[in-house]
Structures are given as structure tokens and as C-alpha cells.
């Protein structure tokens, strides 16, 4: 056991040293904000150590490679990193109207973080399960946060059920992997697929089909979609925000560590497998979004409908395929919380502010709330100039360069199909008559992490090659 | 020595149970030990698998499934608690607010 | 006894003769539960009459519900525990190959332990071990 080889784990270990203190801290202090804080400062000095290391060019395994520590897993842990910094940002005040000022709120936020950033580097299907329970209990949790709420505790027991359901199968297919191979090492699974000629194996394949199954469940794929809409429905909308990016991308990040490196020789099989998977995806999401009259339940299904989008590039199974999605999941990642937090800025004591029509002529109160809304519209929707438009483009072209034509003129037809709702709501905050005057919950946090939004959204959109040349650096070296 | 097929067997037929009675139970507490016995299953198959390839690997693995499936019990029952306490009814019919 | 009877099967041929032990065992515990009932149902005199057939004989009428509440303590305990309980599952292999793994083992698992105790603090602080 080489001691050296544990500074590489130093960005989880101060992460989860943080936690133990925010949970310690809950105890002595009273003031919430102080919590937040020692969080914020927490995430700095993980961030700044992880940015260190990446600097003194330490990459490499730790632990026999069972924990990677590389560009793969850095990028997706900058996506944790930013995805827990918004969401306490806007956590703040809203936590507060709903009543709900725990300071458990933020232990398990750094809990889930943590189990995420575990499973973007795991090397192995040991740590890759136990990082993605620390995710997902943490996260059952969060979404029952509102006690008093029986939306919020139905939205936690239907979390809880069907992702228990699904890290079972995980777990069968890690069972299945393992006795096939004899082991659980990543790149040990590949070789051994290789020596012991099992590619053509139909085991394999069910192995790999229970992957799909609980990786489609983490990232909600339709069929495995189900608990989605419920759940981001009756969660609190600022844990909403923060599960439908931080469990997606790590999702992400597993699918395409387990697919590129443990069954890169079976890409023909799980590219066929996910094909049609994408274009159910894509359909359902867009489509049944379409009817939706409460906000948070529509952008759950624009959230399903883009994790259809972002799968196109893991399809191609190149890596620059997968540089296309990680590309997308950032960019995605501030559309969607600069989304969801108008939603919280709408939300007051006595307005849930979730309804369609609480909307209606917000530009004509409101105009920089209403501008700042159809600028997060404009970006999910994927027109440019905002970085919405390059997510996609990026995605569609390298489908394109692998061969998928006909996926991506779906891909482009359920885009079309999805500026129907997302620009519904830019016609009730401008087109519409206000109804009773409406108050915003504005707060400090809240103005920060808007313009941080605002700004990606915008910057990215003009200068995309900023981001994508850094993505590129991180998968290709 | 038992043969390694017998206990994938069974290993396969106590989770095909577990899927079972997640779909048709309806008590919560029904389905939510359908799915302990979905991880047992695996543990059946993975301390098959580690005693046939003689690596340690699978009993590891063991081992943390029995710890996070002790940490799931207490959430899942903190949950069915908390619901609970909304409704006095455990059955997944009645858990119908959220819907569309 | 039963451990000296050696395999008799074919060779390649599987005879579990091994877990004969374990079958006896359990027909021994089936056959001591069932002959109890078994024998009272035989030797009992059985004259039936309505007012003897009625679940309460004596006493007076039942009131209220039968089955009683219990405190909401008694989960939150129980919770604790199986946590708390399950966690022991990882002292043991530490404790089996303690000397083998020295003072780095020792370290590790103190730090395990420190994680449990701020859980421990955690739910103390919190009141979860109150009775009232």
C-alpha cells in the first residue's frame, strides 16, 4: 500500500471531512447561513486542492486503479462542484419560505456530492456501487426533505423504491459480470471479455442489458423514466434543480466509464441496445411535456427529453462522441439550475408559484426575472446564440460523423417538437395579462448564482470553443 | 461440494421472486422486502462465484451490499414513516398525489 | 456419527451426504414442535359449548382495540441499531487479520470509527435516544 497514493483522494476525503463537520456544526449553531457558508468554503478547498494536484500533473490510480484520478473524472467532479455551489445558493432563502431551515439539508448535499464524485472516478465495480448509494440514499432523503409536505414524502418513498429497485439490478449485473470474468476491476473486465472469448457470449450481453437497466434508471431513460416527473414534481424545486444535474451527470460519468473502458469491445451491441432507447427518450419526453401545466413537472420531462439528446453522443461510442456529451451536461447543468431557480424565485409563502399561469405577464412586472426566464428557455430549447443551441449541435454533428443520420433527424424533429413548451412559457410572461400581483423571493444567493447562470449561458453560447477546448484536454489528454 | 449452477439457480429464482413481488405487492413494507431479497439474491450469487474463482473479490462485495442494505432499510423505513404519518395507510395505491 | 458416512455416489456423480446432519436435524425440530399439538389433540377430552367456544370465557368485555400503538421511539431505535449493528460486519475482518494489517489497519479503521461516533453524537445531540 503506497501512503502517497492517497493525496490523489484528497478532494473526497476534505469533501466528506466537510460533511462531518456541517453535521457537527447543525448541532452548535444555530444560523443556518453559517452552515452554508462552512459548505461553500468546504467545496473551495476541495476544489482548489483538486485543481492543485491536476496542476502538478499527479494523475494516475490510486489503490491498484480502483479510483481513477484523471482528466475523465475531473471534469465531471467540476460539474459536482458547480451543481452544489448553485444549488446552495438558491437553497438559502427558499429553504426558509418552505419552512424547512435544516442543517442536514446541506450535510446531504455533501454526502450525495461526494458519492458522485466517487462514482466518476471509480475504476471498479466495488466502488462504482458503493459511490452510487452514497448518491442515491443521500438523495432519497433530500427529496422527502419537507416533512410536513405529503407531495414531498411521496416524491421521496417512490425515489427510494424504484431506485432501490434498480441498484439491485446493478448489482445483479456486477454479480453476472464477475462470475463471468472473475473480476471487477474495469479494465480487468475488458481483457478478460477479450482472453476468456466471451464477447459473443449472450450472458455478457444480459450483464451488460442490467447495466443499461440501472444506468437508465440514474439518468432516466425512458422506460426507466417513470419515477422522474413524480418525484421532481414533489421534491423541494431547489433539490430538484440539484438531482435532475448531479445524479444525470454521474450517471453519465459511470455510463460511459463502465462502457468505454470494462465493454468498449462490445460498443456494437450496447450502441444498438441504447439506439432505440434514445428515440423513446427523446419522443416521450418532448411529447408528454407538451401537456404539462405545472412548471416543475414539464421541466422533468425536458430534462428526460435532454438526457435522450446527451445519450447521441455516448452512442457514436468514440471519444470524441463523448466529449460532445460531456460538453452537453455542462452546458446543461446551468441551463437547468438558472431554470429551475426563476421557478424558486416565483415561490413565496403563499404561492407555489409552480402553475403555468402564475407566469403569465411576468415581463410586464418583472422584466429581468421574465428576460432571464426566456433566456433559460431559448437555451433549453437549443436556438442560438445561447449555449443550448451549441450542446446540441455538438452532440448532433458528431452523430453525424459516426453514421447515426437518421437518429439525429429525429433527434432535430423532437427539438422542434420541444420549442412548443419551452416557448409557451416565454408567451404566457410575455403575451399574457398579469393576473394578481406577484412577488419575488429575492435573495443574495439567489442574484449570485442568476448571473453565474446567465453568464455561462450567454458566454458559452458566443465562445463555445472555450468549453469544449478544455473538455477535449480533459478525455484526450 | 455443491455445483456452482445450483446456486446461480437459486441465486436467479430468489431474484426473479424479488422482481415479482415488487410489481404485483401492494403493502409497501411487501415491496420493499422484495427488494432486500433482490440483494440477497446477489449475495447468494456472488459468495457462489467467490468460492468457485477463489478470489476474494465477491466477499467484499458482499459485505458492502449488507451494509448499504442495512442503511437502505433505515431510509427506506424512515420514509414509509414520514409518509405514513400523512396518510395511515402503507398501500402503494393510496401514494397518488403526484400524478400526469 | 453422521459425520463419518464418506460419499458413496459415483465418481463425477454429486451426492449431498454431507448435509444429512442438517435434514435430521430439521425432522427432529419439525417432529418435536408438531408432537405437543399432535398429542394434545389426542388425549384432551373435547365437549364443546357455545359459552366455551366464546374467546372471552371470563373476565369482562374486551374494550377498545386489542392492538395498541406503539411509540414511534421504538422505530427510531430500531433504525439506530440496525445501522449501528450492521456496521460491526466490518470490525470483524479487521479484527481477523489485525496483525497483518498493523498500525495502517489501525488507523483506517479508527478513522471508520470516528465517522460512526459523529453519527453517534449526531443522534444523541439530536434526541433520537430520548425515551421522552
Known amino acids: 500500500m503506497d501512503l502517497q497514493d492517497l493525496r490523489l483522494l484528497a478532494p473526497e476525503i476534505v469533501f466528506i471531512l466537510f460533511a462531518l463537520i456541517l453535521l457537527l456544526l447543525d448541532l452548535m449553531v444555530k444560523r443556518k447561513e453559517v452552515i452554508a457558508l462552512t459548505g461553500l468554503v468546504g467545496v473551495g478547498i476541495s476544489a482548489y486542492i483538486n485543481y492543485r494536484l491536476v496542476k502538478m500533473g499527479w494523475l494516475g490510480g490510486v489503490l491498484q486503479d480502483v479510483f481513477l484520478f484523471d482528466g475523465y473524472s475531473n471534469f465531471f467532479k467540476l460539474i459536482f462542484y458547480i451543481n452544489l455551489v448553485l444549488t446552495i445558493l438558491i437553497s438559502l432563502r427558499y429553504m426558509k419560505i418552505e419552512q424547512t431551515s435544516y442543517g442536514e439539508y446541506y450535510c446531504l448535499l455533501f454526502f450525495a456530492t461526494s458519492g458522485m464524485m466517487i462514482m466518476a472516478s471509480a475504476g471498479d465495480l466495488i466502488v462504482l456501487y458503493l459511490g452510487l448509494e452514497l448518491m442515491a440514499l443521500s438523495t432519497y432523503v433530500l427529496a422527502g426533505i419537507i416533512r410536513r409536505q405529503r407531495r414531498s414524502a411521496e416524491a421521496a418513498m417512490k425515489y427510494f423504491f424504484l431506485g432501490a429497485f434498480s441498484s439491485a439490478f446493478l448489482l445483479y449485473g456486477i454479480a453476472i459480470v464477475y462470475g463471468l470474468t472473475g473480476t471487477t476491476h474495469l479494465k480487468g473486465i475488458a481483457s478478460g471479455l477479450h482472453e476468456l472469448g466471451l464477447l459473443n457470449n449472450p450472458i455478457t450481453l444480459l450483464g451488460l442489458v442490467f447495466f443499461i437497466i440501472a444506468f437508465g434508471f440514474k439518468i432516466a431513460l425512458v422506460p426507466f423514466h417513470m419515477w422522474a416527473p413524480d418525484v421532481y414534481e414533489g421534491a423541494p424545486t431547489s433539490v430538484t434543480a440539484f438531482m435532475s444535474v448531479g445524479p444525470k451527470a454521474a450517471g453519465f460519468a459511470v455510463i460511459g466509464r463502465v462502457f468505454f473502458d470494462a465493454f468498449a469491445e462490445l460498443d456494437i451491441q450496447w450502441s444498438a441496445i441504447l439506439v432505440p432507447l434514445a428515440i423513446l427518450t427523446m419522443a416521450t419526453g418532448s411529447i408528454l411535456a407538451l401537456s404539462q401545466r405545472n412548471i416543475k413537472r414539464m421541466l422533468a420531462y425536458s430534462s428526460i427529453a435532454h438526457a435522450g439528446y446527451a445519450i447521441l453522443g455516448i452512442i457514436t461510442g468514440t471519444a470524441e462522441g463523448l466529449v460532445s456529451t460531456m460538453n452537453y451536461l455542462m452546458i446543461y447543468t446551468f441551463m437547468n439550475i438558472g431554470a429551475f431557480s426563476v421557478v424558486i424565485l416565483l415561490r413565496r409563502e403563499d404561492l407555489l408559484g409552480e402553475d403555468l399561469e402564475d407566469y403569465a405577464g411576468l415581463s410586464k412586472e418583472h422584466p429581468v426575472a421574465a428576460a432571464l426566464m426566456l433566456i433559460f428557455m431559448f437555451s433549453l430549447t437549443g436556438i442560438p446564440p445561447t449555449a443550448g443551441f451549441i450542446a446540441k449541435f455538438y452532440v448532433f454533428m458528431e452523430a453525424i460523423y459516426s453514421g447515426y443520420v437518421p437518429l439525429v433527424i429525429v433527434a432535430v424533429l423532437f427539438s422542434v417538437v420541444s420549442a412548443f413548451f419551452y416557448l409557451r412559457v416565454v408567451m404566457y410572461m410575455y403575451m399574457k395579462e398579469p393576473g394578481e400581483r406577484v412577488e419575488l423571493s429575492m435573495s443574495g444567493g439567489m442574484g449570485i448564482a442568476l448571473t453565474i447562470t446567465t453568464i455561462m449561458v450567454i458566454l458559452l453560447g458566443i465562445y463555445p470553443s472555450l468549453l469544449l477546448e478544455f473538455v477535449r484536454a480533459s478525455v484526450l489528454g | 461440494m455443491v455445483p456452482l449452477s445450483w446456486y446461480i439457480l437459486l441465486s436467479t429464482v430468489v431474484f426473479g421472486i424479488g422482481v415479482i413481488g415488487f410489481i404485483i405487492r401492494r403493502n409497501l413494507i411487501m415491496i420493499f422486502l422484495s427488494i432486500e431479497l433482490m440483494l440477497n439474491s446477489v449475495n447468494i450469487s456472488l459468495a457462489a462465484f467467490s468460492h468457485y474463482l477463489q478470489s476474494m473479490t465477491g466477499q467484499i462485495l458482499v459485505f458492502f451490499v449488507i451494509t448499504v442494505a442495512a442503511a437502505e432499510a433505515a431510509i427506506g423505513l424512515a420514509i414509509i414513516i414520514a409518509l405514513y404519518r400523512h396518510k395511515p395507510s402503507i398501500t402503494a395505491e393510496e401514494v397518488n398525489l403526484l400524478k400526469g | ?132
Not at chain 3, 421504538?74 to 479484527?95: C, G, K, R, S, T
Not at chain 3, 489501525?106 to 470509527?113: A, D, K, T, V
Not at chain 3, 443522534?123 to 425515551?131: V, Y
Request: with cysteine; charged share 15%; aromatic share 18%.
Open chain 3, 1 to 132: 456419527m453422521f459425520l463419518c458416512i464418506k460419499s458413496v455416489g459415483m465418481p463425477g456423480e454429486y451426492v449431498p451426504i454431507d448435509y444429512i446432519p442438517v435434514i435430521i436435524v430439521l425432522f427432529v425440530a419439525t417432529l418435536i414442535g408438531l408432537l405437543p399439538l399432535v398429542m394434545g389433540v389426542i388425549l384432551r377430552p373435547r365437549r364443546p359449548y357455545p359459552l366455551k367456544l366464546s374467546p372471552y370465557e371470563s373476565g369482562i368485555e374486551p374494550v377498545g382495540e386489542p392492538r395498541y400503538r406503539f411509540s414511534v421511539r421504538f422505530y427510531v431505535i430500531a433504525m439506530l441499531f440496525v445501522v449501528f449493528d450492521v456496521e460491526v460486519v466490518f470490525l470483524y475482518p479487521w479484527a481477523v487479520a489485525f496483525d497483518k494489517l498493523g498500525l495502517f489497519g489501525f488507523i483506517e479503521m479508527m478513522i471508520f470509527i470516528f465517522m460512526l461516533l459523529v453519527g453517534y453524537i449526531y443522534a444523541w445531540e439530536k434526541g433520537a435516544l430520548e425515551w421522552d
